[in-house]
């Protein structure tokens, strides 16, 4: 299976804030990475394919990079509704898996 | 507008079989663009992918999980199924069920979840 780390596990921000999120595959994935944004209680949802495509109606402050083994998702003026639970999937390959997420709290 | 919704029992006893239904309302399951997913979440825990079908009922299971998954589809009542044997407490989690768009393998669209716990 492909093993996906993400760092940092936390991160502490403030509202305007520039913040960058990053997610190692243990293997090269091409440009087969998703990110979600999963805010409590909810389902997750869907923010970047592909690497760096945004999904419909996701905000442009949102921006997702890298090929391979090496991913970044960027936030570029934090807003008070982007606190959340940030997870990376590999898209690669059967089994789809997982980073163990990221969580961005207020400063 | 796609919705899915998961149904089935809050509470499963240790060593019986986990049954969950996701119907799928506003459109079909029948295409070849997606498959249709289970994922679930553990209380405070992350992201598990369960397994996945396809329209031609082609399944793909996580490994750690595949001797007691089964994933069905029932296209006469666009439901999709899961059922998850011998279950203990580490099972206990919210099941999401999900559409995967084939070509991305992104999760396009989920469930609200529904929480099951493993407990006598």
């Known amino acids: 299976d492909i093993q996906m780390t993400q760092s940092p596990s936390s991160v502490s921000a403030s509202v305007g804030d520039r913040v960058t999120i990053t997610c190692r595959a243990s293997?090269?994935?091409?440009?087969?990475l998703t990110w979600y944004q999963q805010k409590p209680g909810k389902a997750p949802n869907l923010l970047i394919y592909?690497?760096?495509t945004l999904h419909s109606g996701v905000p442009s402050r949102f921006s997702g990079s890298g090929s391979g083994t090496y991913f970044t998702l960027t936030i570029s003026s934090l807003q008070p509704e982007d606190f959340a639970t940030y997870y990376c999937q590999q898209a690669n390959i059967f089994p789809v898996t997982f980073g163990q997420g990221t969580r961005l709290e207020i400063k | 507008q796609l919705q899915l919704q998961e149904s089935g029992p809050g509470l499963v006893k240790p060593s019986e079989t986990l049954s969950l239904t996701c119907t799928v309302s506003?459109?079909?399951?029948?295409?070849?663009?997606?498959?249709w997913a289970w994922i679930r979440q553990a209380p405070g825990g992350g992201l598990e992918w369960i397994g996945s079908i396809y329209y031609n009922e082609n399944t793909y299971y996580n490994p750690s999980l595949r001797s007691r998954v089964t994933i069905s589809v029932d296209r006469s009542k666009t439901q999709l199924s899961l059922r998850l044997s011998s279950v203990t407490a580490a099972d206990s989690a919210v099941y999401y069920c999900?559409?995967?768009?084939?070509?991305?393998?992104?999760?396009?669209?989920w469930g609200h979840g529904t929480l099951v716990t493993v407990s006598s």
């Open positions: 293997q090269g994935i091409d440009k087969w």
């Open positions: 506003g459109g079909s399951i029948s295409s070849r663009d997606y498959y």
């Open positions: 592909a690497a760096s």
């Open positions: 999900a559409r995967q768009v084939k070509s991305t393998t992104s999760s396009d669209y």
